[in-house]
T-cell receptor
Framework: EPEVTQTPSHQVTQMGQEVILRCVPI?????FYWYRQILGQKVEFLVS????????KSEIFDDQFSVERPDGSNFTLKIRSTKLEDSAMYFC????????????FGPGTRLTVL | RKEVEQDPGPFNVPEGATVAFNCTYS??????FFWYRQDCRKEPKLLMS???SGNEDGRFTAQLNRASQYISLLIRDSKLSDSATYLC??????????????FGPGTRLSVLP
């Protein structure tokens, strides 16, 4: 069964450093998303991406964040200057746009900012 | 009022019990609805979409009441493996186009032997 994959599984970084989180969505999917989940809190939407551009973004997704689809398979989330409060689990998801845009999630990257 | 609210939980039930989860949403323009489950420190996994006519998948039954802005999930004959946090997810696309998935806080279920 096709699945979304994410790397790395755990990233530790110093405050102020840039990080890039990587995702490989399901191959025939056209819609891509990033979410975050701070430990003990609910899943929060960050951004959606379709046709090589951002389609929606939340208030959390400020100028420190950017997304890119550098090739036909990868989808990346960059945080330019990490803050302590960026520590969270980051989930990538993808959808084929059918069935009410059902989304399938990757296993997540745990980001720890020290 | 929060966009998506769920029973606070946790629910502790014996194996074989029937358990029901409730969810309410605030935006009447919401268009699609889902139940996901999330195991500890894992990703959300799609359990089922929720349709206006109600839908069933084995031991799981989902209902939607648009007038009351209410969604439910019923689990019959609960198994130990059903232990997880159940997430209600509502899609309220801005301008009736695109997607804006809002997750509820989740209700934790523990099925006890």
């Amino acid at each position: 069964e096709p699945e979304v994959t994410q790397t790395p599984s755990h990233q530790v970084t110093q405050m102020g450093q840039e990080v890039i989180l990587r995702c490989v969505p399901i191959s025939n999917h056209l819609y891509f998303y990033w979410y975050r989940q701070i430990l003990g809190q609910k899943v929060e939407f960050l951004v959606s991406f379709y046709n090589n551009e951002i389609s929606e973004k939340s208030e959390i997704f400020d100028d420190q964040f950017s997304v890119e689809r550098p090739d036909g398979s990868n989808f990346t989330l960059k945080i330019r200057s990490t803050k302590l409060e960026d520590s969270a689990m980051y989930f990538c998801a993808s959808s084929d746009g059918l069935a009410n845009y059902e989304q399938f999630f990757g296993p997540g990257t745990r980001l720890t900012v020290l | 009022r929060k966009e998506v609210e769920q029973d606070p939980g946790p629910f502790n039930v014996p194996e074989g019990a029937t358990v029901a989860f409730n969810c309410t949403y605030s935006n009447s323009a919401s268009q699609s609805f889902f139940w996901y489950r999330q195991d500890c420190r894992k990703e959300p996994k799609l359990l089922m979409s929720v349709y206006s006519s109600g839908n069933e998948d084995g031991r799981f039954t989902a209902q939607l009441n648009r007038a009351s802005q209410y969604i439910s999930l019923l689990i019959r004959d609960s198994k130990l493996s059903d232990s997880a946090t159940y997430l209600c997810v509502v899609n309220t696309p801005p301008d009736n186009y695109g997607q804006n998935f809002v997750f509820g806080p989740g209700t934790r279920l523990s099925v006890l032997p």
